[in-house]
């Protein structure tokens, strides 16, 4: 983050709205003009992308100075047909690309290159002096005599503070990115810990030390199965088409609004299933949950279709979206190694690579077996975390319960119209 921007945020924290800052996701369908005045915004905004890195450069080529992030405001000042605060973001923006790539520059990572690819698109940014609402629309302002974009907003929307907008072409369409205040949650008093072990066939298991639960993940695997088939046969047909053809031009459209339907299926289904691991940790009292971290299992080659379901495993999104919901109730997420924990036996604490769903410890002494791998996994997540290592004989959850994510029907959402 540039130092400009950085003094910015904390302006904007001492006044800060009570609430929580979360990002819309709205899919727009332009009429024809609209599609083009918001096409024509995005060709002004890159416009000024490619000014501020070529005055940039220019200057640091010619005479050896970087110019500064609040000079570069001052000299662009007026210059362009978009919102003066659509300028503004965008120079924020690369600045702080700038001043990221530098910092990887001085630890080692010269591979990085700094901004230097000329744009002909880019994404608009509004902040709050060029956004109003009025009678449900979502009033874009676009400078000095220009007409604004309006967009209905969907009522989910309404009455909430809105802090910045911004205009985004995603594959085939375009989409609005909202970022509204929401009312703060109420926070968790508790103390108790618990501990979560991802996984590709059950999606997240839970285990506070006495009760466990096993969500499963199969409705998203069959997703990700649906697209891999499907995207298959679009691209057969696809190659056998030629360039610019109408014939391409129709599978290319088919095949955008198919994986726009897939992606949301996938968002919807990681949304249940970490509503439900939420849910689990409030009704409980959890302040602090461990999860483990699964990267070692993707590296290992077990086969390309197994190696195919380890690389579209999507624990990292899960991970991002349990944070940001366990952090409005107060509860905080902490990574934590979970090498071993789904093959050490909770008993005698030998290791024994595990084939199926139930563990069997390998030691025919001890013989400990007919409990949910994952469970032992979790258990053991949550007594690494608690005791920095494994414990012999510990105590397993006593009631251990299996749920399925609740998602919605496919064709149940609605599609926001532009005005």
């Known amino acids: 983050m540039s130092q400009l921007k950085r003094n910015t945020a904390v302006k904007k924290g001492r006044n800060q709205t009570q609430g929580d800052v979360l990002a819309e996701k709205i899919p727009l369908h332009f009429k024809p003009h609209e599609e083009e ?7 002004e905004s890159a416009r000024v992308w490619n000014t501020v890195m070529t005055i940039h ?20 000042k007026g210059r362009f047909n978009v919102h003066s605060q659509d300028v503004q973001a965008i120079i924020e923006t690369y600045y702080e690309c700038w001043e990221r790539t530098r910092k990887l520059h001085e630890e080692g990572h010269t591979e990085w290159r700094y ?11 509004w902040k709050v002096t060029g956004i109003t609402v009025e009678d449900g629309y979502l009033r ?22 809105i802090k910045q907008v911004q205009l985004v072409w995603r594959r085939n369409g375009y989409w609005l990115h909202v970022a509204v205040v929401k009312p703060a949650l109420e926070k968790v008093q508790g103390d108790a810990v618990a501990a979560i072990d991802p996984g590709e066939v059950h999606a997240l ?17 069959s997703l990700r199965r649906l697209r891999n088939k499907t995207l298959r046969k679009f691209q057969k047909a696809i190659s056998r088409t030629k360039k610019g053809s109408n014939r391409r031009r129709k599978l290319l459209a088919a095949k955008y609004r198919f994986l726009n339907w897939i992606g949301a299926q996938i968002s919807h289904a990681e949304h249940a299933v970490t509503k439900m691991a939420v849910d689990w940790c409030l009704e409980r009292g959890i302040k602090k949950v461990y999860i483990g971290d699964p990267q070692g299992v993707r590296e290992r080659d077990c086969g390309r279709h197994h190696n195919q379901r380890m690389g579209q495993w999507s624990f990292g999104r899960l991970r991002d979206l349990l944070e940001y919901k366990l952090k409005r ?8 190694e979970e090498r071993g924990t789904s093959g050490t036996c909770p008993l005698c604490g030998k290791y024994t690579k595990q084939a199926g769903r139930i563990y069997r410890c390998g030691d025919r002494e001890c ?35 299996y749920a399925r994510p609740v998602v919605l029907a496919p064709g149940q959402g609605h599609n926001i119209k532009a005005a």
């Open 367 to 401: 013989g400990f077996g007919e409990v949910h791998r994952d469970v032992i996994g979790a258990a053991g997540i949550l007594d690494l975390a608690v005791n920095g290592r494994f414990t012999l004989g510990r105590k397993l959850p006593e009631m251990v319960s």
């Open 57 to 76: 450069r220019l200057f640091w080529f010619k005479y050896g100075v970087w110019i500064d992030e609040a000079m570069m405001k001052e000299f662009l």
């Open 140 to 161: 874009l302002s676009n400078g000095w005599r220009k007409p604004p974009l309006k967009v209905k907003l969907p009522e989910r929307l309404n009455g909430l503070a």
């Open 115 to 125: 901004p230097w690819r000329l744009k002909r698109f880019f994404t608009s940014t």
């Open 205 to 221: 298991t839970l285990t506070d030390g006495q009760e466990a639960l096993v969500i499963n993940g199969r409705h998203l695997r």
């Open 37 to 43: 005045m918001a096409r024509d915004i995005q060709r």
């Open 329 to 336: 109730h107060g509860i905080t997420l902490e990574k934590i």
